[in-house]
């Protein structure tokens, strides 16, 4: 993604679209452009977090970038808000959640669940 075309997706308004975009950065290795464009997908829409997987790449550039803060707090947010189905994803939020010393949380739940089959 050249300077120009980046310039050019900044200004877009739509969230899915800098989204995408912020997820392909991600996977060029383009981290700190990825988050930033990620960033900006969730303040035009922070539905994108919770709908999609945002806060997943969000988190997974801030740990390529050393902000383990951030990073923690992006993969928390992806693992405890997002309705994502996609077991892949929450595995790989898991994994690098625990690289960043967070243990997971038990469910405190004591209701108990009706299955329907």
Do not use: I, N
Not at 32 to 42: G, I, N, P, Y
Not at 55 to 84: H, I, N, P
């Amino acid at each position: 993604m050249t300077a120009e075309q980046l310039s050019e997706m900044f200004r877009s308004d739509d969230a899915r679209e800098l989204l995408a975009a912020g997820v392909v950065l991600h996977r060029r290795g383009r981290f700190a452009q990825a988050s930033q464009v990620l960033e900006r997908a969730l303040a035009k829409d922070p539905a994108v977090g919770t709908h999609d997987k945002a806060y997943l790449y969000l988190g997974l550039s801030y740990v390529e970038q050393d902000k383990r803060d951030r990073a923690r707090l992006a993969l928390l947010m992806f693992v405890e808000r997002a309705a994502v189905r996609d077991v892949t994803a929450y595995r790989t939020a898991a994994a690098a959640l625990k690289k960043l010393g967070v243990s997971g949380t038990k469910c405190a739940s004591t209701e108990p669940v009706e299955l329907r089959w």
